[in-house]
Antibody, heavy 126, light 111 residues
Framework: QVQLQQSGPGLVKPSQTLSLTCAISGDSVSSNSAAWNWIRQSPSRGLEWLGRTYYRSKWYNDYAVSVKSRITINPDTSKNQFSLQLNSVTPEDTAVYYCARVLQLELRLGCWFDPWGQGTLVTVSS | QSALTQPASVSGSPGQSITISCTGT?????????VSWYQQHPGKAPKLMIYDVSNRPSGVSNRFSGSKSGNTASLTISGLQAEDEADYYC???????????FGTGTKVTVL
C-alpha cells in the first residue's frame, strides 16, 4: 500500500521560500508508472493543482501557470521523496498543502489523485 | 482556469439518495471522460471515490456512483449514511491549461 508522509515548517515569513517534502513508501519516485504532485487548499482559492514531477527515461516537471515563476518540484531518489519549493511567498499562499500520486495508464497519465499525503498547513505571516 | 461549479450544500435523510452536480465546460468536463470525485472529512486529506467519471476504486462502497451528461458530471450517494457527511469535490482534466481543475466543493449533511 502506497503511503505519502509530508514534512516541513508550518510558518513562513512573507517574501521567503516555502519548502515541503513528501516521503514515499510502497512506490518509487523514479517509477515509470506514476507522477508525483503538489496540491494546495485554501478557503479563498479552493483546491488548486500546483505541479508535478515524473520520470520517463528522464525527469519532467509541469507547473500551474499561476505559480510557474515561483515554483520548483524536485525528486530525491536517494531518499525516495520529492519536494516543493515556492519562492517569494505572500499571505495569499497560506493554505494546506498536499502531495499526491497520479498513475500512468497505457497511453496517458491518469487524471485522479490517489493516495494523498496527510496535508501540511502553511501560514505565511511575519 | 475557473473552478468547476458545485452546489454549496446538499442534504438528505439516512437511507435516501442524493446527487451532487459538477458543471464545467467543453474544455474540461464536457470534453473528456476524466472526472474524479473526492470525499473530505474535516481535518483530513481528500479521499478518491470515483475516477474517469464512473469507476470506483477498490474499497469504495458501491453506494457511490458517478455519471456525466454534456458539461455536467454527477456523484450519487444512495442509502445515505451518517458517515457520508463530509465535503465532496469533483476534478477534471482541462485542456485550457493541460492540467487539472477542481470543483468548488459541496457540503453533504445527513439530517
Amino acid at each position: 500500500q502506497v503511503q505519502l508522509q509530508q514534512s516541513g515548517p508550518g510558518l513562513v515569513k512573507p517574501s521567503q521560500t516555502l519548502s515541503l517534502t513528501c516521503a514515499i513508501s510502497g512506490d518509487s519516485v523514479s517509477s515509470n508508472s506514476a507522477a508525483w504532485n503538489w496540491i494546495r487548499q485554501s478557503p479563498s482559492r479552493g483546491l488548486e493543482w500546483l505541479g508535478r514531477t515524473y520520470y520517463r527515461s528522464k525527469w519532467y516537471n509541469d507547473y500551474a501557470v499561476s505559480v510557474k515563476s515561483r515554483i520548483t518540484i524536485n525528486p530525491d531518489t536517494s531518499k525516495n521523496q520529492f519536494s516543493l519549493q515556492l519562492n517569494s511567498v505572500t499571505p495569499e499562499d497560506t493554505a494546506v498543502y498536499y502531495c499526491a500520486r497520479v498513475l500512468q495508464l497505457e497511453l496517458r497519465l491518469g487524471c485522479w489523485f490517489d493516495p494523498w499525503g496527510q496535508g501540511t498547513l502553511v501560514t505565511v505571516s511575519s | 482556469q475557473s473552478a468547476l461549479t458545485q452546489p454549496a450544500s446538499v442534504s438528505g435523510s439516512p437511507g435516501q439518495s442524493i446527487t451532487i452536480s459538477c458543471t464545467g465546460t467543453s474544455s474540461d468536463v464536457g470534453g473528456y471522460n476524466y472526472v474524479s470525485w473526492y470525499q473530505q472529512h474535516p481535518g483530513k486529506a481528500p479521499k478518491l471515490m470515483i475516477y474517469d467519471v464512473s469507476n470506483r476504486p477498490s474499497g469504495v462502497s458501491n453506494r457511490f456512483s458517478g455519471s456525466k451528461s454534456g458539461n455536467t458530471a454527477s456523484l450519487t450517494i444512495s442509502g445515505l449514511q451518517a458517515e457520508d457527511e463530509a465535503d465532496y469535490y469533483c476534478s477534471s482534466y482541462t485542456s485550457s491549461s493541460a492540467n487539472y481543475v477542481f470543483g468548488t466543493g459541496t457540503k453533504v449533511t445527513v439530517l
